[in-house]
């Protein structure tokens, strides 16, 4: 322990610090206690230990068709944040025009603004446009609340680029684009790509935009899980959400691996 | 910056011409274009259908389901007035003030810890306190209903029976506390985070000085600490407060019928009612609640007010 740390203060920080630990942890570790629990029902304490549970989720086709469909929609959203966002944050950053302030506002806008009534509000223009396709229209609903996100990761690791490195590639004969290519990119690699892999997640856990875009042929994971809450009681729910948790966890390790959590978030 | 021009003028390569460099306008105009692509999509997909919502908010419907003239305030009028709707309205702002202002109390020891001690406590903290930020809201409601199931099978009643804590079954699944509790799991991050960077910004040196010159523990963090974090302070309420005002899973699966939030009536509005103008007229509403606090909390932080010197 640190000597900052003394006496009863310390207690009580340490006190409070693992409760909420126990706190954040106890809910996630029960599902997944329970998803291995040899009964029919979901019951406290779990009984027994089975996987088969998992092996019916595995076969259900709903359950199936809503993960293609959202990994689909988390990777094409997070193709098009990239190609939307990287773009944005290099003039956001090397820019230097009237408004930029404004813009920069604007452009993160999506983030303040509660994401149920972005997904309202689309469904509204896209219901007038007469878009059918649930597929486009949740692609583009993805996008506009996974953008800032981009937007926000890659205009911090582009602000520690240092500009010398571009100007000495210029003067020693590389054009633009070979520049960005061999000297910028390379600097900035790790916050696009940590920016790319929150567009997938925030796309492939969203709920209340896609709540207001999808159909009951195009239902995304969270909606399936949804619905599953209301009707089934037996483990398979908690066994899809270990899955669902499972993979979260890839997520958090891939994203410290690559740019470290507390600077990929702060941002 | 001071390139020669000159020598990149013998090297014949496709430098910058001088002239770019001497005027930012010229340097700048194409750099800026590249968030063209980027606007005019949130232009069209953001902003112009949020300004519809507004317009359809004070229309009225027709019979036929068709939204147009006249123009009316009725539906906002419909919020306050009756009884049902208020309540609705009391009760988003009640759980956000009440989750914003636990996660706050709750954070700072975990935000002061996390910055504080040793790498591999920090680190671990950091992960817990993350990871389920990752995980599915639902997933998390879902854990949460498993945790306060009400009867005896719940875990928590069968913990706290257990231990012969309480002698009948608690019943919290269900309820605003339900709902609160859910909505501090969720966003307790949002709070932690900003807090942690706060903390982490502050001078050690002014907390030493504090200490050495006779002052016990907590009136460091009273006099020091606590003015010193308040940007982390502001930001994070402001974080919790907004998400857990838009919050739509947690309610749903954690409220039931007793502890609806704006977000279920704006979906019950449109999905079950079909009454477009009046759940419009709730969404905005709900965005006006944000913005003004997000309003507020930028004021006190672009101002500087709670960064005192002294």
Do not use: C
């Not at chain 1, 809910?27 to 998992?54: E, H, N, R």
């Not at chain 1, 469904?123 to 800032?148: C, E, F, Y």
């Not at chain 2, 907390?207 to 006779?214: C, I, K, S, T, V």
């Not at chain 2, 709730?282 to 004021?299: D, E, K, R």
Request: net charge positive; aromatic share 10%; proline share 6%.
């Amino acid at each position: 322990m640190d000597e900052r740390f003394s006496g009863f203060g310390a207690f009580i920080l340490y006190t409070i610090t693992a409760g909420m630990m126990l706190f954040i942890l106890a809910p996630l570790v029960l599902v997944m206690a329970v998803s291995v629990s040899d009964s029919y029902f979901v019951t406290f304490p779990p009984q027994g230990f089975t996987l088969k549970w998992y092996a019916k989720v595995l076969q259900d086709r709903d359950f199936l068709e809503a993960m293609r469909l959202s990994i689909l929609l988390a990777l094409g959203t997070t193709a098009g944040s990239l190609l939307l966002g990287v773009p944005a944050a290099f003039a956001l950053v090397r820019g230097n025009f009237f408004g930029l302030a404004a813009i920069k506002g604007f452009l993160l806008s999506p983030l303040i603004f509660p994401a149920l009534v972005t997904g309202l509000a689309l469904l509204q223009i896209l219901t007038k446009l007469g878009s059918q396709d649930a597929r486009l229209n949740l692609l583009i609903g993805h996008v506009v609340v996974t953008s800032p996100y981009v937007i926000r990761t890659v205009v911090t690791s582009l602000q520690l680029v240092d500009e010398n490195l571009e100007d000495a590639a210029r003067t020693l004969g590389a054009n633009r684009l070979r520049t960005f290519w061999r000297v910028t990119l390379p600097q900035i690699a790790s916050g696009v790509a940590a920016g790319g892999l929150f567009a997938f997640m925030v796309s492939f856990d969203n709920y209340p935009v896609t709540m207001w875009l999808a159909n009951s042929e195009y239902s995304p994971v969270p909606l399936v899980l949804m619905r599953q809450l209301v009707n089934v009681f037996d483990p398979s729910v908690p066994a899809m959400s270990t899955i669902i948790i499972l993979m979260a966890m890839v997520g958090v390790l891939l994203l410290e691996k690559l740019v470290g959590l507390r600077r990929a978030l702060a941002a | 910056m001071t390139t020669s021009d000159d020598a990149v003028a013998v090297l014949g390569a496709e430098a910058p011409p001088a002239a770019w460099r001497g005027s930012r306008w010229r340097l700048a105009l194409p750099v800026g274009l590249l968030a063209v692509p980027m606007l005019a999509f949130l232009a069209y997909f953001f902003f112009y259908p949020a300004l519809g919502l507004l317009l359809s908010s004070i229309q009225t419907q027709d019979s036929r389901g068709i939204i147009g003239r006249p123009f009316t305030l009725a539906h906002y009028a419909r919020l306050i007035n009756v009884e049902l709707y208020a309540r609705v309205l009391w009760t988003t702002l009640r759980i956000s003030i009440i989750t914003s202002a636990l996660a706050t109390v709750l954070a700072y020891p975990v935000a002061l810890v996390m910055v504080k001690s040793r790498p591999m406590i920090t680190r671990i903290i950091t992960l817990i306190v993350i990871a389920p930020l990752i995980v599915s809201v639902v997933v998390r409601g879902y854990g949460w209903q498993l945790v306060l199931q009400n009867g005896p099978k719940g875990m928590l009643n069968w913990v706290l029976m257990t231990l012969h804590v309480i002698d009948a079954p608690l019943s919290v699944l269900y309820t605003e506390a339900a709902v609160v509790i859910g909505s501090l799991h969720v966003f307790f991050p949002m709070m932690v985070l900003p807090l942690a960077s706060a903390l982490g910004k502050i001078d050690p040196n002014l907390e030493d000085a504090a200490r050495m010159l006779g002052a016990p523990w907590w009136k460091v963090f009273l006099r020091v600490t606590l003015p010193l974090s308040m940007p982390g302070f502001v930001a994070g309420f402001t974080l919790v407060f907004s998400l857990t005002a838009g919050s739509f899973v947690i309610p749903a699966i954690l409220g039931g019928a007793s502890a609806i939030m704006l977000g279920n009536l704006i979906e019950q509005q449109i999905f079950v009612v079909y009454d477009w103008p009046f759940g419009a007229a709730i969404a905005v509403v709900l965005v006006g609640l944000v913005l003004a606090v997000n309003g507020v909390s930028m004021w006190l932080l672009e101002g500087r007010r709670l960064r005192r010197p002294d």
